[in-house]
């Protein structure tokens, strides 16, 4: 007998053959998907089932994987605005270096991942502070997480040395190297704040241990020059001249390159995470993301931090993912729907090194999967399931959350943590942080 069983819906599973199931049904087992298929005409036929969740007109999909997150954050949400990203950082550091320990940076990431969740996304890349927080949170909430030690050559919060990050990087990754839920990653900040030297050793750790690299990486003009002047070389052929880059290396923005640039990216087969929110909001650009695909580069999209873009929404992201591109070309035929849809489950799942477990409803995959309700005004008529999502559907229609097979959101709410405490704590700290850039 399945442990649990969706019967009805429209399937968007995310595979190549078969992408839309009317009618469809999913059956779980040991938190994986165990059959897919049509619903039969006589309900009595349907599988049998522990617990049965009958949908109708809901569409359920893959869950979003988020490739650029700071989830904690979002307790500086609104605090930083209307700078460039160089000027706006100091203030971010200043405010961080006042407030973040690693008990404010669990509320935070809670916060963060929690808006997350329930918008739809069940893996979160996330470069923060305090990863081994950030994981509880993430474990608490019952996601997915791709984290681990960050990097930065100055003083940043805990006063820590290069020697204690690297400890902490390390000591990160042999606790989650072989979890299910937990993706260890080094995350040096970037090459405008980590040295050659020092990424280098991030980059080792990486090796050591098969886990992600993840850094941003020209995300202005201005970082570009810098590097440039520093060490002669542009951010990607800096990167590349301490051979960083391989299939492993998450790169987030990637707004200014030149063209050897994206074909350096092509050859060592590494990963963009495009930010489309948090580039225009700080006013960064727009990334040639017609120019990586055209090089068939994996592109995968992100949120940021909530303190950049404001807003930690993947469907806006995808939304714009979309759309920046055909508007800025004046070609509204250059990106479909569906390749978006593939920008955030499957080419997200394979940036991790995990296609064969998630980023599409497969047989054997995890049952990371969510339940878009299509009650609302904006969804009547409804004549394509993938158009719809792409570029009409709203945070607040995701209804049901299940990952690897266990529900974390139900009707729109949290079900694993008492968000109503960790939201009475983040109130108490609002006077303190604003007090910070005084
Ligand atoms: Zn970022």
């Not at 007109?57 to 307790?75: K, Q, R, V, W």
């Amino acid at each position: 007998m399945l442990d649990l069983l969706f019967a009805g819906g429209t399937l968007v599973t995310g595979c190549k053959d078969s992408n839309i199931v009317t009618n469809g049904v999913i059956g779980v087992s040991g938190g994986k998907i165990e059959l897919i298929m049509e619903a039969p005409k006589h309900p009595q036929d349907l599988p049998q089932a522990k617990e049965i969740i009958r949908l109708d007109s809901e569409i359920i999909m893959p869950g979003l994987i988020n490739t650029h997150c700071h989830a904690a954050d979002s307790l500086f949400r609104g605090l930083v605005e209307n700078m460039s990203l160089e000027d706006w950082l100091q203030d971010v550091w200043k405010a961080e270096k006042a407030m973040l320990t690693p008990e404010t940076t669990l509320l935070g990431s809670y916060l963060g991942l929690a808006e997350n969740l329930l918008a739809g996304v069940t893996t979160v890349v996330d470069m923060f502070w305090y990863p081994f927080e950030t994981a509880k949170a993430s474990i608490d909430l019952g996601m997915r997480l791709c984290t681990g030690g960050l990097f930065i050559d100055f003083p940043g919060v805990g006063n820590r040395t290069h020697d204690q990050y690297l400890n902490e990087a390390s000591d990160f990754c042999s606790k989650y190297q072989n979890s299910k839920t937990i993706f260890p990653a080094v995350m040096p900040h970037g090459t405008y704040t980590v040295g050659p030297e020092h990424l280098q050793d991030a980059k080792k750790i990486a090796d050591e241990y098969k886990a992600v690299f993840s850094t941003h990486a020209a995300e202005t003009r201005f970082e570009q020059t810098d590097i440039k002047e520093r060490y002669g070389r542009s951010v990607i052929r800096h990167l590349d001249n301490l051979n960083i880059l391989d299939d492993r290396a998450i790169l987030a923005h990637c707004v200014h390159l030149d063209d050897y640039e994206k074909d350096l990216l092509k050859e060592r087969n590494s990963v963009i995470a495009h930010n489309p929110m948090s580039n225009l909001k700080l006013g960064s650009g727009i990334a040639p993301v017609l120019d990586f695909l055209e090089r068939d580069i994996n592109v995968t999209v992100g949120t940021d931090g909530a303190i950049s873009g404001n807003d930690l929404d993947m469907w806006l992201s995808m939304r714009l993912a979309a759309t920046l591109p055909k508007g800025a070309l004046m070609k509204p035929d250059i990106i479909s729907a569906k390749e978006v849809i593939g920008m955030v489950t499957s080419n997200g799942a394979k940036a991790l090194g995990k296609s064969s477990d998630i980023g599409s409803l497969e047989v054997g995959k995890q049952a990371d999967l969510i339940v878009i309700s299509t009650q609302a005004i904006h969804a009547a008529p409804l004549f394509d399931p993938i158009t719809h999502l792409v570029y009409s559907t709203a945070k607040s229609d995701v209804k049901h959350v299940f990952i690897g097979g266990k529900q974390c959101v139900r009707d729109g709410s949290i079900l694993n943590v008492n968000m109503e405490d960790i939201l009475c704590e983040v109130r108490k700290l609002r006077d303190p942080i604003l007090k910070t850039l005084e």
